[in-house]
């Protein structure tokens, strides 16, 4: 793959080393997909690029080789969605058989760009909420694909950050109010937090610049942990912010793996690796003919938990054996 600035990435030429078609044969058609995604480009931050090896490994089990039986077509804002609606003519121009949004903005770009190429969604936080989908049954329209959350998902959340941290009885949610699905998750994480007797502090970020001021409200009003909900702006920004929640002695629970990693106390979430492997299912179905508005949108099966030690040990905290016993990896 090649990078073109924060654009598209083109494949290179498939005639290279390509089979001459037998006397009278029509060469196999080579299918087209496009990617369109909020993110970055694979090779910056290592994460992305874990994500779209596990779209290419589902390709790849269903007989789909990038630059010979599929040409992938990729577009990346880098966190600017201010991007994303040129991207996203530029895909509709391509005439490509079917876009992968990786976010909700995305997906309600390409939305906007086209009702007729089908559209697979991978790892929307809540695709009916968003309005992206009439149902999860029968999505209608030209949208389907996979969803991260559920509805147990926000107290379990809150269950392992006060199994982690004695005494616990109020706690912070960083949201972004301009963004749907951090709104919703906010909403959710309130209301389970209510059913346990737990007193919700809401605090605001809309992007890096916000962040240490929002921090600040949560020392002020001296709540005891921090729940982040999920917001693209809140990935790219994930070191400063883990940092800034260990300066205040704050103990966090995320809701992706990337967030242990960079220094976060606790992460618990669908696997969305695996939910880009998946994507690769509906894409395979929606080549072979199937229409998207017949394809049910699926919901998490497999989740994950992830604590980092170290950041328990400089917060104090031990974490109790409740807890290690189920959680998929450890962060020394």
């Known amino acids: 793959m090649r990078f073109r600035g924060i654009s598209v990435i083109v494949p290179l030429a498939l005639a290279l080393g390509a089979p001459i078609a037998a006397a009278g044969q029509q060469p196999a058609r080579v299918a087209q997909i496009g990617v369109l995604s909020s993110g ?6 290592q994460y992305m690029r874990s994500r779209f090896d596990a779209f290419l490994q589902g390709l790849r ?3 789909y080789d990038e630059g010979q039986s599929v040409t992938i077509h990729w577009g990346f804002a880098s966190g600017q969605d201010d991007q994303l609606p040129a991207l996203a003519a530029d895909l509709v121009a ?3 058989d079917v876009i992968v949004t990786t976010s909700t903005p995305a997906t309600l770009v390409a939305q906007r760009a086209t009702g007729v190429i089908p559209i697979v969604m991978t790892g929307l936080a809540d695709p009916l909420r968003s309005g992206l989908v009439k149902s999860l049954a029968r999505p209608g329209g030209n949208t389907t694909g996979l969803s991260q ?4 998902i926000y107290g379990k959340r809150l ?3 006060r199994e982690a941290v004695p005494g616990l009885t109020r706690v912070a949610v960083l949201y972004n109010p301009t963004n749907r699905p951090s709104v919703d998750d906010w909403k959710e994480t309130d209301a389970a937090a209510r059913s346990v007797r737990l007193q919700v502090l809401p605090v605001e970020a809309r992007d890096a610049r916000e962040l240490e001021a929002a921090v600040s409200a949560m020392i002020r009003e001296r709540v005891h942990g921090l729940v982040v909900t999920a917001d693209q702006k809140y990935v790219n920004e994930r070191v400063r912010l883990a940092s800034l929640a260990l300066q205040a002695r704050l103990p966090t629970i995320f809701w992706t793996r990337e ?4 220094g976060g106390l606790m992460t618990y979430g669908p696997n969305v690796a695996h939910l880009y492997r998946r994507a690769a299912t509906y894409v395979d179905k929606i080549l072979k003919g199937a229409k998207p508005s017949d394809l049910p949108v699926e919901q998490p099966t497999i989740f994950e938990l992830l604590v980092n030690l170290k950041t328990a040990r400089d917060l104090g905290l031990a974490i109790p054996q409740s807890i290690l016993i189920r959680t998929d990896e450890l962060i020394q």
């Open 259 to 262: 967030f242990a990693q960079a």
């Open 149 to 152: 959350t559920t509805a147990e």
């Open 94 to 96: 391509r005439k490509v």
């Open 61 to 63: 089990e269903r007989g």
């Open 159 to 161: 269950e392992l950050l």
């Open 40 to 45: 970055f480009p694979p090779s910056s931050p």
